[in-house]
C-alpha cells in the first residue's frame, strides 16, 4: 500500500498480530526482518546470575580516546600531522593518561606521526601511547620500531577477529587456527618489544561480543599467560563490540562472564570497546562498567567507522552529572568542540548531548517556565544559606547539569519561537535587558509575541523582544493629545496640595488636588479632563540607571497595560497613566 503524498513509502499493511491487546494497532511491515538472527540463536550468553544491575558507578575508568586511530581512519579525509598534534595536544591538556596515538603499520603517515612524538618528546612523562597492530610478525616488527626510543611507558595493542562470521568469511580459519595465529602474534610482541624498557601489552579479540564466550576466554587466558601478566606488569584484555547487535544488558552479561571468569584477574585491565550500530553505545559502555571494566575506549563526541565509537565525552559527563569526578576537564566544551571540528573536519550536531549548541536551549513554553523558576529558586536558596551559586547542589529542572560547569553561559538557555511560552519571554527579559515583567503582563505580552512568531515562523532574539515589548507598552508614551505642562507640590505644611497641568486634545486644564500624591493627583486630573483611567496595579523597579513602571489598568470598559520610563519608579509610573489616558477608550 502507497501514500498519495509518500508515494516511496510502503505503509505497513499485514495484520495485527493475533495476540495483541484492542488499543495495538500496529501492523506487520514489509520490512524482511526474517533475514536475521537474534543474538541469543547466536551466541550462548554465559551468566545467569548477574551481579551488575546492582551496581553502581563510584569512580571513573581509565578513559582512552581512539581518535588519531580509530576515528582517524573512519574520516573521508584523515588527519594531516598538524590536526593530529592539534588533536594530541587537546587530548592531553584535558587529563587523558592513555591515548591510542595511531596505527603505524597501515600507513606512512601514522608511521610517521607517532615517531614524530618519540623523536621530539612530545609526550608528558605520565601520558601512555598506545599503538595498534594486527596478529602479522612484519606489522609487529614496524609498530614496535615505532615507538622506539620513547621514555614513557607504551602498550602495544595487538587485535586479530575471532567471531565465527569472521574466522571463515575474512581469515578463511578455524577457530584452532585463529587460536594459533594469535598466540603467534603475542609471541611476536614478546620478541620485538624485548628491548623497550617500559612497554606494557594489550589484546583484542575483534568482534568479541560476537565470539563463543569459552572460546574467547580460553584465548584470553593463554595470552595473559604467555605474556606473564602481573599486577605490576598488567595486560590489558579489550573486549570489543565491534559491530553493535544486541541490547546493552547482553554486552554486560558478556563483560561480567569474563570479568568473573579470567584467571589472572588481578592481572588484567578489563576494557571495552563499544561501538554505536544500534544507538546504544554509551549504555553498552555504562553497563559494561557496572559489569566490571575499567577502562574505556571511545571518542571525544563519538566519531568512527560507520555510527561511530562510544562517546567518551557524553559518558564522562554523565559521570558528573550523577556526582561522579569524570576526571577530565570539560570546563571549556566550545574550545574542545572547535578543536575536534576543525581535525576532522565534521560538525557536532546542534543537539549533541553536552556539546551541541542546543543542548541547554527551551523553546518550549512549559519548559522555559520550569527554567525561569529553578533559576529564581536557585537564587534564594543561595542567599538563604550565604553560600555562592557556584557551590551549592544544582536541581534547575530540564538541566541536568549547569551550564557554566562546561564553559557555556546562561544567555542560550531559553530561546524564543512559536512554541514558547510566558515564561521564557519573561526569562529573556529579564536576564538581557533587566525587565521583571508582573504575572498578568507576562502573559499579555506572550499573547503579543506568539501572534508575531505565528506570522513569521521563526525564532525571535532578546533584541527583538524588547522590541516587540516597546512597541506595544512603552513607545509613544506621552501621546500628543494628552500632555503634562505642570506637576508640582504646593500650599504650606499641613495644607499642602499637588497642582497639574494638563493639555488634552488641545485644551489646558489646570487643577489642585488636596491630600493626594502626585499619582493619584494626576489621575484625578485625568478623570476632570475626560480621560478617565482606573489604576488596576502599579509595580516598578530600578533598571539600567533608571526605572521602569508597569501599569495595569482600565478605562472605558477595556483593560490594558502601559508602561513608561522615568528618574523614579513615581516618575515612570505618571508617565504610564498619561500614555494610558491616551489610549482608546
Not at 35 to 54: A, F, G, L, N, S
Not at 143 to 153: A, F, H, K, Y
Not at 181 to 186: D, N, P, Q, T
Request: aromatic share 6%; with cysteine; charged share 25%.
Amino acid at each position: 500500500m502507497t501514500t498519495q503524498t509518500h508515494p516511496t513509502i510502503d505503509t505497513p499493511a499485514g495484520a495485527v498480530p493475533g495476540d495483541a491487546p484492542e488499543w495495538y494497532r500496529q501492523r506487520h511491515s514489509q520490512l524482511p526482518s526474517y533475514r536475521y538472527r537474534d543474538i541469543y540463536d547466536r551466541v550462548d550468553v554465559p551468566v545467569t546470575e548477574r551481579r551488575w544491575p546492582q551496581a553502581r558507578i563510584e569512580r571513573a575508568p581509565l578513559w582512552v580516546p581512539v581518535d588519531l586511530r580509530d576515528g582517524n581512519q573512519a574520516l573521508a579525509e584523515p588527519m594531516d600531522p598538524e590536526r593530529k598534534m592539534r588533536f594530541f595536544t587537546m587530548l592531553v591538556a584535558m587529563g587523558y593518561k592513555e591515548i591510542e596515538v595511531g596505527y603505524p603499520s597501515a600507513s606512512k603517515a601514522d608511521f610517521d606521526f607517532v615517531r614524530m612524538l618519540a623523536d621530539t618528546g612530545a609526550v608528558p612523562p605520565d601520558v601512555t601511547p598506545v599503538v595498534f597492530t594486527p596478529a602479522r610478525r612484519d606489522l609487529i616488527a614496524r609498530t614496535v620500531d615505532s615507538v622506539r626510543g620513547m621514555d614513557n611507558e607504551v602498550v602495544i595493542h595487538l587485535y586479530t577477529a575471532t567471531a565465527p562470521m569472521w574466522r571463515d568469511t575474512v581469515l578463511g580459519k578455524d577457530a584452532r587456527a585463529v587460536r594459533e595465529l594469535i598466540l603467534a602474534g603475542a609471541r611476536d610482541v614478546l620478541e620485538f618489544a624485548a628491548d623497550l624498557p617500559r612497554a606494557r601489552f594489550q589484546f583484542s579479540p575483534e568482534v568479541f561480543n560476537q565470539t563463543e564466550p569459552g572460546y574467547v576466554l580460553e584465548i584470553c587466558d593463554s595470552v595473559t599467560d604467555l605474556w606473564q601478566a602481573t599486577p605490576q606488569r598488567p595486560v590489558t584484555l579489550n573486549l570489543p563490540a565491534t559491530v553493535e547487535i544486541a541490547t546493552p544488558n547482553v554486552y554486560a552479561d558478556q563483560i561480567e562472564y569474563m570479568h568473573r571468569s579470567l584467571a589472572r584477574r588481578d592481572s588484567v585491565i578489563l576494557s571495552v570497546h563499544p561501538h554505536n550500530d544500534r544507538g546504544t553505545g554509551v549504555a553498552c559502555a555504562e553497563l559494561a562498567v557496572l559489569a566490571g571494566a575499567q577502562r574505556v575506549e571511545g571518542c571525544v563526541f563519538g566519531n568512527g567507522e560507520r555510527t561511530g565509537n562510544v562517546d567518551i565525552a557524553t559518558l564522562a559527563l554523565n559521570l558528573h552529572a550523577q556526582g561522579v569526578d569524570p576526571m577530565i576537564d570539560f570546563s571549556d566544551i566550545d574550545e574542545i568542540r572547535r578543536t575536534v571540528e576543525y581535525c576532522t573536519r565534521l560538525p557536532v550536531h546542534p543537539r549533541h548531548p553536552y556539546a551541541g549548541d542546543l543542548v541547554h536551549t527551551a523553546f518550549s513554553g512549559t519548559h522555559q517556565d520550569a527554567i525561569k523558576k529553578g533559576f529564581a529558586e536557585h537564587r534564594a536558596r543561595a542567599a538563604a544559606t550565604g553560600r555562592p551559586e557556584r557551590e551549592i547542589e544544582w536541581r534547575v529542572p530540564y538541566l541536568p547539569i549547569d551550564p557554566a560547569d562546561i564553559g557555556r553561559t546562561y544567555d542560550a538557555v531559553v530561546r524564543v519561537n512559536s512554541q514558547s511560552g510566558k515564561g521564557g519571554i519573561a526569562y529573556l527579559l529579564a536576564t538581557e535587558h533587566g525587565l521583571d515583567l508582573p504575572r498578568r503582563l507576562q502573559i499579555d505580552f506572550a499573547g503579543r509575541v506568539q501572534g508575531h512568531t505565528d506570522g513569521t515562523g521563526g525564532e525571535v532574539s532578546a533584541a527583538e523582544l524588547r522590541a516587540l515589548f516597546d512597541e506595544a507598552y512603552i513607545d509613544a508614551a506621552e501621546p500628543p493629545d494628552v500632555q503634562l505642562k505642570d506637576l508640582r507640590v504646593v500650599g504650606a505644611d499641613g495644607a499642602q496640595a499637588v497642582a497639574v497641568g494638563l493639555v488634552v486634545g488641545g485644551h489646558a486644564h489646570d487643577s489642585e488636588h488636596a491630600g493626594a500624591d502626585r499619582l493619584a493627583a494626576v489621575v484625578a486630573a485625568l478623570a476632570a479632563a475626560g480621560r478617565e483611567v482606573e489604576v488596576l496595579s502599579l509595580t516598578g523597579h530600578p533598571v539600567a540607571g533608571h526605572a521602569i513602571a508597569y501599569l495595569e489598568y482600565r478605562r472605558g470598559g477595556r483593560t490594558g497595560w502601559s508602561c513608561a520610563h522615568g528618574d523614579s519608579v513615581g516618575s515612570a509610573g505618571v508617565a504610564a497613566v498619561l500614555r494610558a489616558a491616551g489610549s482608546p477608550a
